[in-house]
Each structure stands twice: as structure tokens, then as C-alpha cells.
Nanobody, 120 residues
Framework: VQLQASGGGLVQAGNSLRLSCAAS????????MGWYRQAPGKQRELVAD???????NYADSVKGRFTISRDNAKNTVYLQMNNLKPEDTAVYYC???????????????WGPGTQVTVSS
């Protein structure tokens, strides 16, 4: 499984960005997909994830500002980030968990990361 993310950049506080991450390669299907982030000197943390059925989960710090969605036909996950704050500055990584034909989860795959920088 290869993950290709795009959409990061530099924005001012209060503005928006949309991240995209497409999964490709050899797999039966993709189960959960998600976004994590890692700020300098901090551990990687979950931002949001979404199941193939559309159930979502968000970190408290982004609830009401970020929205995760996915297009199962394209094996693509999106993260709409509104009202960005300087504390959202981090490298954002997408994550995907493949499923085999029996619905068994495989090892998670990670994208290479995309930088999001929010200036005050």
C-alpha cells in the first residue's frame, strides 16, 4: 500500500486548508483511514480517523474545526481544517489499514507526511 498526501502549506491563523491522501497498490480493501500529526518535540497524536462505513473520531483539540471524510471508490481520505490555530502547526501523516478478503486487518501504512504551518 502506498499513500500519497497533498494539501499542506503555510497559512495565517483563522484560515483553512484541505489535506488529501490517496491509497494505491495491492490490497482487497481499506478499512479505517486517518490523520495524525507530530509537532516538534512532541509525540505523534491522532487528529481524526474514519471507518469505511463513515464513523468518525476526533481529537478534542480539533472538534468543531476539522472534518474528516473519505471517498471509498477512490481510496482517498480528506481532512478539511478550518479556523486553523498556531498550535495546529505540525507534520500531518495519513494512515490506512488494509483489509483482506475475510475482513481481517493488516498492518497500518503511513504516508510520508505533509507540513502544515499556521502563523499568528
Amino acid at each position: 500500500v502506498q499513500l500519497q498526501a497533498s494539501g499542506g502549506g503555510l497559512v495565517q491563523a483563522g484560515n483553512s486548508l484541505r489535506l488529501s491522501c490517496a491509497a494505491s497498490g495491492s490490497f482487497f480493501s481499506i478499512g479505517s483511514m486517518g490523520w495524525y500529526r507530530q509537532a516538534p518535540g512532541k509525540q505523534r497524536e491522532l487528529v481524526a480517523d474514519i471507518t469505511s462505513g463513515g464513523s468518525t473520531n476526533y481529537a478534542d483539540s480539533v472538534k468543531g474545526r476539522f472534518t474528516i471524510s473519505r471517498d471509498n471508490a477512490k481510496n482517498t481520505v480528506y481532512l478539511q481544517m478550518n479556523n486553523l490555530k498556531p498550535e495546529d502547526t505540525a507534520v500531518y501523516y495519513c494512515n490506512a489499514v488494509p483489509l483482506n478478503a475475510f475482513g481481517i486487518r493488516g498492518d497500518a501504512y503511513w504516508g510520508p507526511g505533509t507540513q502544515v504551518t499556521v502563523s499568528s
